[in-house]
Every structure is written in structure tokens, then in C-alpha cells.
């Protein structure tokens, strides 16, 4: 994901969405530096998918990592293994993803 151009705010705001703490005062190149450890931290930490599987949940906000954007979970689908997700764009438009797709 390109945080380069992503302004303060929603630095901010993907810090908030993911409950990471001690990001309020950082600028944004100590944000960008913030996010991407904390990125790496879980991902090294959930090797198992199933994991957050349970995590995510219908009307949550998450990234979705394709574009960079907030979008929300629209719906979670069981029919197939893993789970797969609907979300809603910051267009309204909605598509079918995978969690690795996702950034909770």
C-alpha cells in the first residue's frame, strides 16, 4: 500500500480503524513508519488465516489492500473454505474478496 499518499488524517484514521495506540501525536513519516511495523507484526503473527476469520465481522471497516482504501464488510459468505467477503467501496460499488485481501 502507498501511505506516502495518504494525507495525516487518514494515517490517523487507519491507525484508529486497526486500535493501534500511541499514533495521536506522530507526523506523518513516523506514521507511515508506525503503520507498515504494525502491518508486519501481524502478519508475521497470524500465520494461520483462520485467525482473523473471526475477527472480521459484517459492517466493520477494514483496508482493502488492492487500493489502499477503507471500505466495509457487506457480507461474510461460508460457502467455500475459507470464508470470502462482500465489501463496499468508498464508491458504493461492491465486490468479492479473500481476507488476505483485507487489512483489519
Do not use: A, W
Not at 484514521?13 to 513508519?33: A, F, Q, R, T, V
Not at 500465520?47 to 482473523?52: G, H, I, L, V
Amino acid at each position: 500500500m502507498d501511505y506516502n499518499s495518504k494525507t495525516v488524517s487518514e494515517l490517523k484514521n487507519i491507525c484508529k480503524l486497526n486500535k493501534y495506540k500511541g499514533y495521536s501525536k506522530k507526523n506523518k513519516k513516523d506514521l507511515i513508519e508506525f503503520i507498515k511495523n504494525k502491518t508486519n507484526t501481524n502478519t508475521n503473527t497470524n500465520t494461520n488465516t483462520n485467525t482473523n476469520t473471526n475477527k472480521i465481522i459484517e459492517g466493520q471497516k477494514v483496508i482493502y489492500k488492492t487500493t489502499g482504501e477503507l471500505v466495509t464488510i457487506v457480507k461474510k459468505h461460508f460457502d467455500d473454505s475459507p470464508p470470502y467477503y462482500t465489501i463496499r467501496m468508498s464508491n458504493g460499488i461492491e465486490r468479492q474478496t479473500v481476507e488476505t485481501k483485507l487489512n483489519i
